[in-house]
């Protein structure tokens, strides 16, 4: 597709369940982001991979959170066993290559309500 | 460690009055500087960036944004503002060195008010 497409789009969890967070990045692109947007705030680093390596999972908040880019295109955020405290924006973003400077380009975000 | 920090979360102008947006950063190496804007419910989208070329950046839509090492900023402005500026703005910092490199972190945002 044309940008980065995550889904779903919204997603109300009950607290303890499962959830499965999609990307599709743009075709070709080497760099993969995850972030954590909470309400009124900006968003926070997650996890970044370079094709199917995870090179950054600093920004993961718990051994909950998983993810995974096994063939280097698209990736999934798993949060296991959620919290109410999980609820928030999930953004990804990707990029052309490493540099620094590349820009990186938004997904639309998939809004997690934790009930 | 690097930083952002975005003066004021709330901006009110009017339509057709200049738009200063403040950032300042932290960063101990030399920084990539990004201001992003997201319009409601939906994700971010670059207006501009530096990246150590020119100091004076100029995005889409009418901004600019000028980088002042002395002075650790990177403020947006746009001289005439429009209804259609109304939005949350974002800036965000990047290093660039070893794995770290694809690592933004992002300011609060500030949200843009365009009164009639």
Redesign the interface.
């Given at each position: 597709g044309a940008g980065?497409s995550q889904s779903p789009r919204y997603k109300v969890a009950k607290r303890g369940q499962d959830v499965a967070l999609r990307c599709d990045p743009i075709s070709g692109h080497v760099?993969l982001?995850w972030?954590q947007q909470a309400l009124?705030?900006?968003?926070?680093?997650l996890t970044?991979f370079?094709n199917e390596a995870q090179?950054?999972k600093?920004?993961l908040p718990s051994d909950r959170f998983f993810a995974e880019r096994p063939e280097g295109s698209v990736s999934t955020l798993k949060i296991q066993r959620t919290q109410q405290e999980d609820s928030a924006v999930y953004?990804c973003?990707s990029?052309p290559y490493?540099g620094?400077?590349n820009?990186?380009?938004?997904?639309?975000?998939s809004w997690l309500t934790v009930v | 460690a690097q930083s952002v920090t975005q003066l004021g979360s709330h901006v009110s102008v009017s339509e057709g009055a200049l738009v200063l947006l403040r950032c300042n950063y932290s960063s101990s190496v030399p920084p990539y500087l990004f201001w992003y804007v997201q319009y409601p419910n939906q994700g971010l989208q670059l207006l501009l960036k530096y990246t150590s070329a020119a100091t004076l950046v100029k995005g889409i839509n009418g901004f600019e944004a000028e980088f002042k090492k002395s002075e650790t900023s990177f403020h947006l402005t746009k001289p005439s503002a429009h209804m259609s500026d109304a939005a949350e703005y974002f800036c965000a910092v990047r290093n660039g060195e070893g794995t770290n490199a694809g690592k933004s972190t992002f300011g609060d945002g500030t949200t843009l008010t365009v009164k009639p």
């Amino acid at each position: 597709g044309a940008g980065v497409s995550q889904s779903p789009r919204y997603k109300v969890a009950k607290r303890g369940q499962d959830v499965a967070l999609r990307c599709d990045p743009i075709s070709g692109h080497v760099s993969l982001f995850w972030y954590q947007q909470a309400l009124g705030q900006g968003p926070e680093f997650l996890t970044y991979f370079q094709n199917e390596a995870q090179l950054d999972k600093s920004g993961l908040p718990s051994d909950r959170f998983f993810a995974e880019r096994p063939e280097g295109s698209v990736s999934t955020l798993k949060i296991q066993r959620t919290q109410q405290e999980d609820s928030a924006v999930y953004l990804c973003a990707s990029s052309p290559y490493k540099g620094e400077g590349n820009t990186i380009y938004f997904g639309e975000g998939s809004w997690l309500t934790v009930v | 460690a690097q930083s952002v920090t975005q003066l004021g979360s709330h901006v009110s102008v009017s339509e057709g009055a200049l738009v200063l947006l403040r950032c300042n950063y932290s960063s101990s190496v030399p920084p990539y500087l990004f201001w992003y804007v997201q319009y409601p419910n939906q994700g971010l989208q670059l207006l501009l960036k530096y990246t150590s070329a020119a100091t004076l950046v100029k995005g889409i839509n009418g901004f600019e944004a000028e980088f002042k090492k002395s002075e650790t900023s990177f403020h947006l402005t746009k001289p005439s503002a429009h209804m259609s500026d109304a939005a949350e703005y974002f800036c965000a910092v990047r290093n660039g060195e070893g794995t770290n490199a694809g690592k933004s972190t992002f300011g609060d945002g500030t949200t843009l008010t365009v009164k009639p």
